[in-house]
């Protein structure tokens, strides 16, 4: 559906998380769906998008035009090869070079930057020329380090940074309620916060059946970056007190590349240590086309990180009328509800997560109620034409009146 008024050209920053990546990576994920969906909902609304993302291959084309009609441009800042990203700070202020004298030839409407460093970026570019900025975080550096700590990789400067982003632009978008009282502890002003969730396909991740077998073994899953906080390892140690189920695995590297990978290896050790190496797969990499049939082949989907900015798991399972176990932290506390569309469980390690899944295995009634109402909340709530509705209100509310403070400086 087009957007009946006249839609401004929208520059997307999103500097490491490109909308063309192949998800999977060690960073790419949920950022990418979310720059790649909302892209291509804006300009169905009648937008012109084109997303700004960094040069990380020489063979790249310097613009490439999606099928959804929106342009990504591939930015040169820093080398033209994979850089981890808690050094791409450094690049930031080429970016930025880039980006201003790329908007002061033909300047956009509104800009929206994707992660911190996207914000630093963007504010660069639009500083001179009074574009308005949206930052959206994604991730906020103040709830890694309160549940990293010490391993916290993040640059030093990261938290202050946001703060001053959030503070110099004209709106942040948080995707949950949860990150509106991070978002207000760091002194961002509330006047400056809207709440936009994020979304899932819902055409693409729906039931598929017959992909549950009834005679197959109980079916749990997990899916997400073979990364420690995404609590993989507690499911495994779950799984040693729920007998004749499975847990399937789905995330990392393709799965011959899994021998490798050092995640991969850690949660063979704790199958291991707890007896449940014959009843743990790890797949690997699922590619978006395989996904919904294998959501809707588990009878739960386990989503058990320490801390979630959002979480794109839970509605993607919901969509696939498949019900979720989740841990009650971040975006999980909006999307799952407790006793409705799954269960909500603490993100500390306690004992009774075996007891909670077998019994939710054991009444397929119950399953089946909690699979039904998660679906209808993934159509009624979290569609992606709803999501870009939300965000282009905003950029409405920016652009029908004149901006006497506030603006990106």
């Known amino acids: 559906m087009k957007h009946e008024a006249s839609a401004p050209h929208v520059a997307m920053v999103s500097e490491h998380a490109s909308p063309l990546a192949a998800l999977g990576g060690p960073d790419a994920g949920g950022q990418n769906v979310y720059v790649a969906q909302l892209a291509?909902?804006?300009?169905?609304?009648?937008?012109?998008?084109?997303?700004?993302?960094?040069?990380?291959?020489?063979?790249?084309?310097?613009t490439v035009t999606t099928r959804d009609g929106f342009k990504v441009v591939h930015v040169p800042a820093g080398p033209p090869a994979p850089v981890p990203k808690d050094e791409l700070p450094a690049h930031m202020p080429?970016?930025?070079?880039?980006?201003?004298?790329?908007?002061?030839?033909?300047?956009?409407?509104?800009?929206?930057?994707?992660?911190?460093?996207?914000?630093?970026?963007?504010?660069?570019?639009?500083?001179?020329?009074?574009?308005?900025?949206?930052q959206t975080y994604h991730a906020?550096?103040?709830?890694?380090?309160?549940?990293?700590?010490?391993?916290?990789?993040?640059?030093?400067?990261?938290?202050?940074?946001?703060?001053?982003?959030?503070?110099?632009?004209?709106r942040v978008l948080a995707t949950c309620s949860d990150e509106v009282g991070e978002l207000l502890a760091m002194g961002i002003p509330r006047s400056h916060v809207r709440v936009v969730p994020c979304g899932v396909d819902t055409t693409h991740f729906a039931p598929v059946t017959g992909a549950r077998r009834p005679d197959a073994p109980k079916r749990l899953l997990a899916v997400g970056r073979l990364v420690p906080r995404k609590g993989f390892d507690r499911a495994i140690r779950a799984l040693a007190g729920i007998p004749d189920a499975e847990l399937l695995i789905a995330g990392g590297p393709e799965e011959p590349l899994l021998f490798d990978d050092p995640e991969a290896n850690r949660l063979r050790k704790v199958a291991e240590e707890h007896g449940v190496s014959e009843r743990v797969r790890l797949l690997g990499r699922v590619s978006h086309e395989e996904m919904p049939a294998l959501m809707s082949s588990a009878d739960l989907v386990l989503s058990l990180p320490r801390y979630e900015p959002f979480g794109i798991v839970p509605i993607e399972a919901m969509a696939c009328r498949t019900p979720v176990v989740a841990t009650a932290v971040?975006?999980?506390?909006?999307?799952?509800?407790?006793?409705?569309?799954?269960?909500l469980v603490p993100p500390v390690e306690e004992h009774g997560l075996d007891r909670i899944i077998r019994n939710l295995l054991a009444d397929p009634e119950l399953l089946a109620r909690l699979g039904a109402a998660g679906r209808e909340r993934a159509l009624d709530r979290y569609t992606w034409d709803?999501?870009?509705?939300?965000?282009?209100?905003?950029?409405?509310?920016?652009?029908?009146?004149?901006?006497?403070?506030?603006?990106a400086r």
Do not use: N
């Open 94 to 134: 080429e970016f930025g070079r880039y980006l201003a004298s790329t908007w002061a030839a033909a300047p956009p409407g509104l800009v929206h930057a994707h992660f911190w460093m996207s914000g630093t970026a963007a504010l660069a570019g639009a500083r001179d020329l009074g574009i308005p900025v949206v």
């Open 386 to 407: 709803r999501v870009a509705q939300g965000v282009a209100a905003v950029y409405d509310g920016l652009l029908s009146v004149p901006a006497l403070s506030g603006v």
């Open 140 to 170: 906020l550096g103040t709830v890694k380090r309160r549940y990293q700590g010490s391993d916290d990789t993040s640059p030093p400067e990261r938290i202050e940074t946001e703060a001053r982003i959030g503070r110099s632009c004209r």
């Open 40 to 62: 291509r909902h804006l300009v169905r609304r009648g937008h012109d998008v084109t997303v700004y993302t960094r040069r990380d291959d020489p063979a790249l084309a310097h």
């Open 330 to 343: 971040g975006g999980h506390l909006d999307t799952v509800v407790d006793g409705v569309t799954g269960v």
